[in-house]
């Protein structure tokens, strides 16, 4: 992890949803195809997601991450960047803490959230 850097204020208007829910991630790399990892998820809103993982992730490095619906029948992928990281103080639920920004959300994939994480739609 080359830099951690806090996020300067709340500067997130969207509506999320708090929760701990285990969720797969991948560092995405065109040559290799991403690197797996297991996070915690601790909230969601149809912008982005906070995660805690114990993989070290660096700023402006695109993830995606898997999300599960509520029944385990099918998942979403919501691919992403990480916009800030911190050491987290909660180490039980992974080293570090991370901001993603999700790019390119689909009518699709906020469906989704709806469904399964009970969040509104956007106005």
């Known amino acids: 992890m080359k830099k951690i850097v806090r996020p300067k204020g709340n500067q997130r208007t969207d509506l ?3 929760m701990v829910k285990s969720i797969r991630g991948r560092v995405t790399h065109a040559a ?3 690197d797996p990892f297991r996070a915690q998820l601790v ?3 149809f912008t982005g997601a906070q995660i805690y993982s114990n993989k070290s992730i660096d700023n402006n490095t695109d993830v995606s991450l898997e999300l599960d619906s509520l029944d385990g029948s099918h998942s979403v992928v919501y691919l992403g960047k990480v916009v800030w990281a ?3 103080p909660m180490k039980s639920m992974g ?3 991370y901001g993603v920004n999700f790019e390119n959300a689909t009518p699709e994939h906020i ?3 709806e469904t399964n994480y009970s969040l509104s739609s956007p106005a």
């Open 86 to 88: 911190r050491k987290n």
């Open 43 to 45: 909230n969601v809103s």
């Open 16 to 18: 999320r949803v708090v």
């Open 95 to 97: 080293r570090y803490a």
């Open 32 to 34: 290799d195809g991403g």
């Open 111 to 113: 469906k989704f959230l």
